[in-house]
Every structure is written in structure tokens, then in C-alpha cells.
């Protein structure tokens, strides 16, 4: 959930991608460069694609009350609350080839009036991230630009070996060793600073803390971005996390369900099996996700996992009903938020078209679709399927609603008020001295001794 070089006439990212970055470097082509020409508009009625003309602004929703947002959102509407894409661009008015070539739009702020997303992720690859300052501006012009309902805003900010903000924001260390303290008060004041310097950007969602129990040494996208191998310390460090964060009033997101710590394959590139027993995936996987929940964590990601003894068919486990609805919502009874993990990520494109793979999400029981490669396309495909009945409008209306009340306990409705020069506050930098020192101090003690 990774570096960047820029070509002449756009951005060609080399990077850790999506929100289940790890070591491996997956590309980020540029619509201007390397990558394909756009793809015509999805083959579909009229009104499938939304019109770049932005809503009157008096039709924001004014109420937190998810009820009454619902009621006043049209299928198209309801359709956009699905989607949170990544757009380019340092403002909100500025123009980028990027919009242009993928969205038909020239800036952040048009994109956001013709698709009304549930939200945005920044990424720095994309022209997101360069200052305070500019982060700050940055959301509060997306912000204003939603028109209808208040935009989530997120980013991959784990920390250590996943830190999307870089300097901006106090440096603190990894999941991996926070954990290595033992204590899980590490875990919860990491989770704490970093929220509160998040609020202060504008940003109201963080794709953190992984809840994978990292328990192969060969694992290429997990590694140290994991709390540990244990998972009952894991569980102890996750649920310490998201209280962290709701202390900072960020909603959190627990990631990768069921499970992406015992893979050699980086699902960035390729689609990972692994072949935990249902006996195994309860023992190991699902303590950490049972402990998110326990502490209210707003959303769980998916990972682009084939499980075949969880389910057969060979989908992996972000387009799995038997998982999402089966497990995640069954067995582990969340009724919270469940989002992809970045839909532009080759282990869930192997099997199906972009297109297919947004609507077969949905009706695995995801709610939320991060970052579809084609946005046009994903989009036209589920308003498709909704006005054909494959998606039934009652099955919209239920992720709708879960994504509203995210956004409404989450303080999303009510107006947000960014101070970027609050970053890297004293006490913060304290907080980070104090959990990197424990870390160095538990690894010290776990140095062999000479004899």
C-alpha cells in the first residue's frame, strides 16, 4: 500500500502500489505514455457515464444523518459512493494530461463533479503530496468540490516501509518494530500521532494497520509492515492501533482479509494461493481481524488471494462471496465497511476484465472499489448492472449506507479545519523518540551474547 520518475510529458510511477505496497515495486503507467489509449466508454446506456457538468451546490447533503443522504441520491450517485480513484495533480484546479487521458476532465476538482467517488486516495506518485501546505489546500479544494456528499480522503500512511506522506510528517517506525516492543501503548500512540497530523492535512482515513501475521520469511509484500508472526501479539498491537486512531478521530482501515502473511508471491505482479485449512485460517488469520473489529475499526481490506481451501473456485478473496459475505461478514460478524484492496493490482485482473472485476466485487459483498484502473469503465459496468438487476438497488443501498455512516461518525459531514503547521509538534517527535528507542532496546536484548 516506491519511488517516482517523471517523463517529459507525465508521470511513470515505480512504486509500491495501492494499499498492500510492500518491497516489490508495481508500475503505475501513465495514460500519456506507456500506457494504451484510453478505452472508449463502456458499451452501455446513455446516462452510464456521468456527465462532466457539475450539480448546483445546493444540493449538498447538509445532514449527517446517512437515512436522509441516501434518500436524496439518484442510482448515479449512489454508483460514485462506490468508488474512491486516485486523481493528479498537486491542486484541486490543476490541470493534468493524466485527468485528461483517463478521465475525460482536466482536474481533480472536475473529477470529482463528474463521478461524485465516496472519496480520493493521494498518492505522491500522482502529484498529491509535496507540502503541508499544499496537502492542506490540496483537500480542502477536493473537499468543495463534492457538490452532493462530503468526500472521505485517504491515504496509505503504515508507516515505516509504507509512509506515502515522507517528511511531511513525524517519521515514526513500522509495524514491525512497534511490535517487537511487546507494548502495545507503542502501537496506540503511533496510531494517535499519526491521525491527528492526518486531520491536520485534511485527510480523514488511513489505510492502516495491517493485520496480516507475517509467518513466511519469503514473503515479498508483507515483511516488517506486519506487527509480527504471533497471532495473538499481532491481534493485541491491531486492536491498539485502531484505538489510536479513533483517539484522533481517523477511521482506520485493517488490512489484508483473510490473511496475506504466509505468501512468496507479491500480489502486485502475480496471484498468491495459500493453502491455510479453514482450522488453520481461524488459529492464525483471523485473530487480528477478529480484534479490529472488537475495537470498532471503521473498514477491512481485501486481499487479491486465491484461499482455496476457504473457497475452491480459484477467485481470489476481494471478488469471493464465500470470504467477503461468508467470513468477513458471517463467521466474523463485521457489518463495518469492506474495501478492496487497489483494483489496478495483477492478482485481481488475472481472471476477469476490469470491468467484471467491479461489478463481481460488489456482489462478493465489497463496499467500497479502490482505485479501478479504468474508472469509466468500472463505473458504466456496475451502473449496468444495477439497472439490470444483477446488482439489486436494496444491495447498493446497503454499502451506500455503510459508507455514509463511516463519513458521518468519522466527522466527514461536518466542516473540517486543516492546521498544517500543528505537524511535527514537540510532543509528537517525543512519542516517535520514545517507540523507536523501544524497539532498538528489544532488539538489542535479543543480540547473541558472547560467550
Not at 101 to 122: M, N, Q, S
Not at 142 to 154: D, F, K
Not at 336 to 351: E, H, P, Q, S, Y
Amino acid at each position: 500500500m516506491s519511488g517516482l520518475r517523471r517523463g517529459a510529458m507525465g508521470l511513470l510511477a515505480l512504486l509500491v502500489a495501492g494499499c498492500s505496497a510492500g518491497a516489490g515495486g508495481a508500475t503505475r503507467p501513465t495514460a500519456s505514455s506507456s500506457r494504451p489509449a484510453p478505452s472508449p466508454p463502456p458499451v452501455v446506456t446513455p446516462s452510464a457515464v456521468p456527465s462532466a457538468v457539475p450539480s448546483p451546490k445546493n444540493t449538498r447533503a447538509a445532514s449527517g444523518d446517512p437515512a436522509a443522504a441516501l434518500a436524496g441520491m439518484s442510482v448515479e450517485d449512489k454508483v460514485g459512493q462506490l468508488f474512491i480513484p486516485v486523481v493528479y495533480g498537486s491542486r484541486a484546479g490543476a490541470s493534468s494530461q493524466e485527468n485528461r487521458a483517463r478521465f475525460g476532465v482536466d482536474t481533480p476538482a472536475e473529477v470529482v463533479r463528474k463521478y461524485h467517488p465516496g472519496g480520493i486516495i493521494l498518492f505522491p506518485w500522482a502529484g498529491n503530496i509535496s507540502s503541508a501546505k499544499q496537502v492542506a489546500a490540496l483537500t480542502t479544494g477536493l473537499r468543495e468540490a463534492s457538490s452532493t456528499t462530503p468526500l472521505l480522503i485517504g491515504v496509505d500512511q503504515e508507516n515505516g516501509r509504507v509512509a506515502r506522506l515522507g517528511s511531511l510528517v513525524t517519521r515514526l517506525p513500522g509495524a514491525g518494530a512497534i511490535g517487537a516492543t511487546g507494548d502495545t501503548r507503542n502501537a496506540r500512540d503511533a496510531a494517535r500521532v499519526t491521525g491527528e497530523e492526518l486531520r491536520a492535512l485534511g485527510i480523514s482515513l488511513d489505510f492502516a494497520p495491517v493485520a496480516d501475521v507475517n509467518v513466511n520469511p519469503h514473503n515479498p509484500v508483507i515483511g516488517p509492515r506486519a506487527y509480527g508472526a504471533d497471532p495473538a501479539k499481532v491481534s493485541a498491537m491491531v486492536g491498539a492501533a485502531v484505538d489510536g486512531f479513533h483517539a484522533a478521530g481517523i477511521a482506520s482501515v485493517a488490512k489484508h482479509f483473510p490473511g496475506h502473511g504466509d505468501t512468496s508471491v507479491d500480489s502486485h505482479t502475480g496471484l498468491p494461493v495459500i493453502r491455510h485449512t479453514m482450522e488453520r485460517w481461524k488459529r492464525l488469520d483471523a485473530p487480528p481481524f477478529r480484534a479490529a473489529i472488537e475495537h470498532g475499526v471503521d473498514a477491512i481490506m481485501t486481499a487479491h488471494v486465491v484461499m482455496p481451501e476457504l473457497d475452491p473456485s480459484g477467485d481470489p478473496a476481494t471478488l469471493s462471496h464465500r470470504i467477503v459475505t461468508g467470513l468477513l461478514r458471517g463467521e466474523l460478524g463485521f457489518d463495518g465497511v469492506i474495501t478492496t484492496d487497489a483494483l489496478d493490482m495483477a492478482g485481481v485482473r488475472k481472471k476477469y476484465g476490469d470491468a467484471e472485476v467491479a461489478v463481481r466485487a460488489i456482489l462478493a459483498g465489497v463496499d467500497v472499489l479502490l482505485m479501478p484502473p479504468d474508472l469509466d469503465k468500472a463505473y458504466g459496468a456496475v451502473l449496468k448492472a444495477v439497472k439490470s438487476g444483477r446488482i439489486t438497488e436494496r444491495r447498493l443501498d446497503e454499502s451506500v449506507t455503510r459508507i455514509l455512516r463511516l463519513k458521518d461518525k468519522r466527522g466527514v459531514f461536518e466542516p473540517v479545519r486543516t492546521d498544517p503547521g500543528s505537524l511535527k509538534s514537540a510532543e509528537h517527535l517525543k512519542v516517535a523518540e520514545r517507540v523507536a528507542a523501544g524497539g532498538q532496546a528489544r532488539a538489542q536484548s535479543l543480540e547473541p551474547r558472547p560467550m
